[in-house]
């Protein structure tokens, strides 16, 4: 059942992610991927990036990761990304492979 918020989004011909808050993830190739609306950074080393987003954490695993630029609301990581993976705080895993 939609929620409010969403049900708004889609009458007024809004992005969801926008009114509802929920992050984007936006891939170029397999070299760069940025984040927009992440609540915070949990954990970052060379071959993993934990983020925080909302009920959810996205894990971007790869080698050679670097944070090429952190903001507020949006973050770029650059390197050999492999995978991307949506889980939930409760680390049940909810996979979404690119």
Do not use: W
Request: charged share 30%.
């Amino acid at each position: 059942m939609k929620d409010f918020r969403e049900k708004v989004a889609e009458f007024c011909e809004l992005p969801k992610d926008f009114v509802m808050n929920m992050p984007r993830v936006i891939m170029l190739g397999t070299s760069e991927v940025m984040v927009e609306n992440y609540k915070g950074l949990i954990e970052y080393s060379d071959d993993l990036v934990r983020l925080r987003a909302n009920k959810r954490q996205i894990v971007i695993t790869g080698s050679d990761l670097i944070i090429n630029n952190l903001q507020s609301d949006t973050i770029f990581i650059g390197g050999n990304i492999i995978k991307i993976e949506y889980c939930s705080n409760n680390k049940e895993k909810n996979q979404q492979n690119f």
